[in-house]
């Protein structure tokens, strides 16, 4: 079945490294996305990953994917306040053409 | 280029009512999403549609339809308003068949009273 899942909240402090966590149930998941949402915003796309890759990095952002655990992870690097906002991971699988799987979303507060 | 533009951004409507929501996806995007976010549930599939087809469609009943144009623009309608269809309606663009990024809107947020 489809569903994904992920911790609520993650507090960290201005400068360390933030690490969100998503597991998803789909095997024939064929993208895994990341996005970032503000309030009173939409969704940014921030990266994502081919499912048979496992690891992408795009400046502060590293994705991990392990596919025997079904395990996603977003590590921005040196946290900004400005990174405060609620992460979703998404999957898309074969055959659901455009359609995403989003999970619940993490909170991550930035404090100084 | 221009990034998806959803309208209205904010609606306010009586139970009972209809309300049509608009989405104008990227320039050149011929595949247009639409998601409902909610506090309790978080965010759900509406229904896709590529080139004026709808191809996808989620777990809601009957009275959340949709329709794409032959510009790639698209509209979604909700008959018979109830208070549980309160929510921010996001629409997602995407440029081809299936499984590439999708670039969202910033939805519009509809309230039911």
């Known amino acids: 079945g489809e569903d994904v899942e992920q911790s609520l909240f993650l507090s960290v402090r201005e400068g360390d490294s933030s690490v969100i966590n998503c597991t998803y149930t789909?095997?024939?998941?064929?993208?895994l996305y990341w996005y970032k949402q503000e309030p009173g915003a939409g969704l940014q796309l921030l990266t994502y990953i081919f499912s048979n890759m496992d690891m992408k990095q795009d400046q502060r952002l590293t994705v991990l994917l392990n596919k025997k655990d079904k395990h996603l992870s977003l590590r921005i690097a040196d946290t900004q306040t400005g990174d405060s906002a609620i992460y979703f991971c998404a999957e898309s699988f074969s055959g659901g053409y455009n359609k995403l799987i989003f999970g619940a979303g993490t909170r991550l507060a930035v404090h100084p | 280029k221009a990034g998806v533009t959803q309208t209205p951004r904010y609606l306010i409507k009586t139970r009972g009512q209809q309300v049509t929501l608009s989405c104008s996806p990227i320039?050149?995007?011929?595949?247009v999403s639409w998601y409902q976010q909610t506090p309790g549930q978080g965010l759900q599939f509406l229904f896709e549609?590529?080139?004026?087809?709808?191809?996808n469609k989620g777990n809601f009943p009957g009275r959340f339809s949709g329709r794409q144009f032959s510009n790639s623009r698209s509209e979604m309608n909700v008959s018979t308003l109830e208070l549980g269809d309160s929510a921010l309606y996001l629409c997602a663009s995407s440029s081809s068949e299936m499984n590439t990024e999708a670039f969202f809107g910033q939805g519009t947020r509809l309230t039911v009273v």
């Open positions: 320039s050149g995007h011929r595949s």
């Open positions: 549609y590529f080139s004026e087809t709808q191809r």
């Open positions: 789909d095997s024939s998941s064929t993208y």
